[in-house]
């Protein structure tokens, strides 16, 4: 009930391990990754519970290295410069060496925080990535990307500093997806969901299919299906990072195919008071659910621009299926999203990039996208 899928890009190759009950093993990863390696520091995310992070931590300890442990509460605002130094700082009084590791266990905003760490300290030392969410299983953990957000004066720009930095291995224990809350593994699902409309064209061109028909077994997390969910996503992202590890290639493919729908999400989940459709508790709405609005929005898109036909309803029932919303209470007028997403191109100091499908399974990067079109998008995702 375990797998193994390669990541092989052009500064580094490693694993991703995927399976129940892989965390008490960590010390055998960290020995045949870092075998001179003398100390380990591990981040933990408040979410994750003493249950799954003690057994890792305690692999590590019988190994013989020593071992510093800190907590961190994972939201936007702590994926900060603040949370960054401190995990610096906590290293260096811990007398973290070259030779020695980070280990991060947690979501995707402890892994970027940690990756980050690692990837500037003592000019860059080897990290092991533990990812614990669905989000971050699939998509946060691997690839290298890592970093903090900024605060300016016009708002949070997500990501803002960062570096990439693969890790020397990624270990992925599903048993630790049973702690989420239903909302936040839903919530991973999305990205499953959007990898699905880009896998044709690396390699899993069946990955849609295979989800429709294992959508009970999705939801009840049984531990073959969850494996296999996170073996098919992982190694669609390996294929989209072996062919394109730093987001520079040219042309409508690449990197940028894995900011399908978060153009939209990126500017939804921003906004104040924005909440999913009959649930009032749920503002604000989670990066998971921004993703699934913002998937509607491309697919609608991409039928406005005549790139694709009949997919918008289509993509809708898959993610009405696996329990995702997929209209948005509480949305301002168009005007102000079409500002927000204007306003994160211009801290990037781009053009607005549109990833729109272009068939079942294919998507591709477009530019000059009439204002028209994105107007007519946004409204698939309000209420009627
Ligand atoms: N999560 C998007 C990427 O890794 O490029």
């Known amino acids: 009930m375990t797998a193994t899928v390669p990541v092989q890009t052009a500064s580094a190759s490693y694993d991703v391990s995927i399976g129940p009950g892989l965390l008490p093993n960590l010390g055998d990863v960290l020995k045949s990754h870092a075998p001179r390696a003398k100390r380990v520091f591990v981040v933990v995310d408040s979410g994750v519970p003493a249950a799954t992070a003690q057994p890792a931590c305690d692999a590590i300890k019988d190994l013989g290295y020593s071992c510093e442990a800190l907590t961190i509460t994972p939201t936007e605002q702590a994926k900060s410069a603040e949370s960054w130094y401190l995990i610096l700082r906590a290293a260096a009084e811990a007398l973290l060496d070259r030779g020695d590791l980070f280990v991060a266990i947690g979501g995707g905003i402890v892994g970027d925080l940690t990756g980050f760490a690692a990837a500037v300290y003592r000019r860059g030392v080897g990290i092991i990535q533990c990812p614990t969410t669905l989000l971050s299983m699939v998509d946060a953990s691997v690839g290298g990307k890592t970093g903090i957000n900024l605060g300016s004066s016009a708002g949070l720009l997500k990501n803002a500093v960062g570096a990439f930095h693969q890790p020397l291995a990624v270990v992925a224990d599903t048993a630790s997806l049973a702690s989420l809350s239903p909302r936040d593994y839903r919530s991973g699902l999305a990205e499953c969901v959007k990898h699905a409309m880009l896998s044709a064209d690396f390699g899993d061109s069946e990955l ?177």
């Open 208 to 384: 849609h299919t295979w989800m429709t028909h294992h959508e009970d077994q999705i939801l009840a997390q049984d531990a073959s299906t969850l494996t296999e969910l996170v073996r098919r996503n992982v190694a669609v992202k390996a294929q989209v990072v072996a062919d394109d590890e730093r987001e520079t290639a040219a042309g409508d493919m690449g990197r940028a195919l894995l900011n399908l729908g978060h153009t939209f999400a990126h500017a939804i989940e921003t906004l104040e008071g924005v909440s999913v459709e009959g649930a009032t508790e749920s503002c604000p709405i989670t990066h998971g659910e921004a993703v699934a609005l913002g998937l509607v929005c491309a697919s609608a898109l991409g039928e406005e621009l005549g790139h694709v036909a009949d997919l918008t309803d289509r993509v809708r029932e898959q993610l009405t299926n696996l329990g995702l919303p997929t209209v948005a209470q509480g949305l301002p007028d168009s005007d102000e999203i079409l500002a927000r997403m204007a306003h994160d191109k211009k801290a990037e100091a781009g053009q607005i990039r549109f990833i729109v499908p272009i068939a079942e399974g294919r998507c591709r990067v477009v530019k000059d996208v009439p204002e028209d079109a994105i107007r007519a998008a946004l409204n698939t995702i309000k209420p009627d």
